[in-house]
């Protein structure tokens, strides 16, 4: 497993960015994160952290075909017109270098991701050190801003060597980075978005404002799983017969 810093990964860019030195740096938007298809499953999602408020508004676009992340100087249709061209049967790789080339500023940003037949990973030579990328068989990791490369490195070994579920393991991804390290400048927000055949309450969580915001996505996510679990007595006991329509909102089985 290839971990690389500061260059194209595969589309073949130099990593002869300049010196960033300006006062504009301090507002760099430094990310990690991680997109993923859950081999079990089908189910695609992404998981990041960032020290800026509100990341689950900017960076993961998932669908029932790919899972993307854009980051860094980011531009947020790069996500999700990767994803609506997985969805036509593009593969990601092709969706992403032909929005890269189209893209006047695409050293400065950083796009990754993956669907069932192929993953996609780029770090332009303008992001913010560190800045770099990784992939394993089913995932795709990347980061820029970082304290360090152990941080891409740590979300890559977190993740594949996870227990439970897949979002559990994505969140493990974060929990690792950011013992690693993380974004240099502090943390402030993170969120997890899964697209599965079978939806969770679970699979929308954000941390927009936090200290602590993985530690938080943590503690949503163990308390979605409990509420969810407990939904049917619950329902049973507050409303006895009840339709079979509200069975799509998680409260019957």
Not at 101 to 113: A, I, M
Not at 200 to 225: F, M, T
Request: with cysteine.
């Amino acid at each position: 497993m290839a971990v690389t810093g500061n260059t194209t990964s595969n589309r073949g860019r130099s990593n002869n960015g300049p010196d960033h030195t300006s006062p504009a740096e301090q507002f760099a938007p430094g990310t990690f994160s991680i997109a993923a298809q859950d081999p079990e499953t089908g189910a695609f999602g992404v998981a990041v952290s960032t020290a800026l408020v509100g990341v689950g508004a900017l960076c993961p676009f998932v669908s029932e075909n790919a899972a993307v992340a854009t980051q860094s100087y980011v531009n947020v249709s790069h996500g999700r017109n990767a994803v609506e061209l997985a969805d036509r049967g593009i593969s990601v790789s092709t969706a992403c270098e032909a929005l890269l080339e189209d893209d006047p500023h695409d050293t400065y940003r950083q796009l990754h991701g993956v669907t069932a037949a192929d993953s996609f990973r780029y770090t332009g030579a303008d992001c913010v050190d560190w800045a770099g990328d990784t992939a394993g068989d089913d995932y795709t990791v990347a980061g820029n801003m970082l304290d360090s490369a152990d941080v891409v490195e740590e979300v890559s070994r977190g993740y594949a060597d996870a227990d439970g579920s897949f979002a559990d393991r994505l969140i493990s991804a974060l929990e690792a980075g950011q013992a690693a390290g993380g974004d240099k400048r502090g943390k402030i927000s993170a969120a997890l978005l899964i697209a599965a055949p079978e939806p969770k309450l679970y699979h929308n969580l954000r941390v927009d404002n936090s200290d602590e915001p993985i530690s938080e996505l943590r503690e949503a996510y163990d308390l979605a799983v409990e509420t969810e679990a407990e939904l049917p007595a619950v329902a049973e006991d507050q409303l006895g017969e009840y339709p079979d329509a509200i069975v799509d909102f998680g409260l019957k089985r």
